[in-house]
């Protein structure tokens, strides 16, 4: 089965501190995406990828930053967290029209 | 306004009963919907697509797609304590790499 791998799973970070969340997927799959997961907001879209050395916006862009050097790898980058970004994160990788595959998801808290 | 809306928020089934879910969306260029299953501690699972009108049937699930009134529906007959979970809704353009996503339905299901 398509497999994304998240790391760490759970981090404590200092507000103002820089922040990377990695994911690595064994898939092939062209697209991959960071989502934020809060109580009574559903899955809210932070950044995708179509590809290796491509980056886009979501719906939530602000304070994230993303990289992807390669296909297998995509990380999300707080470079000053924030309280406010105290969330669950899921990486997930699909390609057009098929289904989506998630991580297993990184609890963040900034403190 | 949210493009897709789920209904109810939360639903409390007995074992063995009936969990019903509704979708809406207000986007007529939606073509792919899917519903997706997350337990406590997971990321998102697919459980089934459908992209034409009508039912799909897979198992215990049952999706009904109508495309005139842009409404999804799933269907979980003979619930089991391990249905209890997080049900969301999803859509897209054809062609277009973002899901969009609804806000969840959480699923109890009392023995």
């Known amino acids: 089965e398509a497999a994304v791998t998240q790391s760490p799973r759970n981090k404590v970070a200092v507000t103002g501190g820089k922040v990377t969340l990695s994911c690595n997927q064994t898939n092939n799959h062209n697209n991959m995406y960071w989502y934020r997961q809060d109580t009574g907001h559903g899955l809210r879209l932070i950044h995708y990828?179509?590809?290796?050395?491509?980056?886009e916006k979501g719906d939530i862009p602000d304070g994230y930053k993303a990289s992807r050097p390669s296909q297998e790898n995509f990380s999300l980058i707080l470079e000053l967290a924030t309280p406010s970004q105290t969330s669950v994160y899921f990486c997930a990788s699909g390609d057009r029209d098929r289904e989506v595959f998630f991580g297993k998801g990184t609890r963040l808290t900034v403190v | 306004q949210q493009k897709v809306q789920q209904s109810p928020e939360s639903l409390s089934v007995p074992e063995g009963g009936m969990a019903s879910f509704n979708c809406t969306s207000s986007?007529?260029?939606?073509?792919y919907f899917w519903w997706y299953r997350q337990h406590s501690g997971e990321g998102p699972k697919a459980l089934m697509?459908?992209?034409s009108d009508g039912d799909k049937k897979e198992g215990r699930f049952t999706a009904h797609l109508n495309k005139a009134s842009l409404h999804v529906s799933l269907h979980i007959r003979d619930s089991q304590p391990s249905d209890s979970a997080l049900y969301f809704c999803?859509?897209?353009?054809?062609?277009?790499?973002?899901?969009?996503w609804g806000s969840g339905t959480k699923l109890i299901i009392k023995p």
């Open positions: 990828s179509y590809g290796a050395g491509s980056t």
């Open positions: 999803a859509a897209s353009e054809r062609g277009n790499y973002q899901l969009i």
């Open positions: 986007d007529r260029n939606f073509q």
């Open positions: 697509s459908i992209f």
